[in-house]
């Protein structure tokens, strides 16, 4: 069974930094991209960041470019996402997911996303 869980996720302060993970179970994470995708309430989920398989691609929303890093830990079968400078804009559940084709560049639509994890919350208020 293909699956992902995040985890991570808590209250900051804004300007706080936390880093999220994402652990990828039944497949390989240097086989498919993973994308991390956030909802706020109220509002439809957008993608953020991603990540292809082979690790040499990334992608950045502009609400989240120059603050968040994607990164992968091959050994660990994980993938993170480091957020720095947080905002409470920012305030969202987190979910990571495995991208439906394998050797694939990332993209930020969730309609190429599958195995989708249950989500972490962020909260970002003083």
Request: proline share 2%; hydrophobic share 30%.
């Amino acid at each position: 069974q293909l699956q992902v869980v995040e985890s991570g996720g808590g209250l900051v302060q804004p300007g706080g930094s936390l880093r999220l993970s994402c652990a990828a179970s039944g497949f390989r994470v240097d086989y498919y991209g993973i994308g991390w995708f956030r909802q706020a309430p109220g509002k439809e989920r957008e993608g953020i960041s991603c990540i292809s398989s082979s690790g040499g691609s990334t992608d950045y929303a502009d609400a989240v470019k120059g603050r968040f890093t994607i990164s992968r830990d091959n050994a660990k079968n994980t993938v993170y996402l480091q957020m720095n400078s947080l905002k409470p804009e920012d305030t969202a559940i987190y979910y990571c997911a495995r991208h439906m084709r394998k050797f694939r560049l990332c993209g930020l639509s969730s309609a190429d996303f599958a195995s989708w994890g249950q989500g972490t919350q962020v909260t970002v208020s003083s």
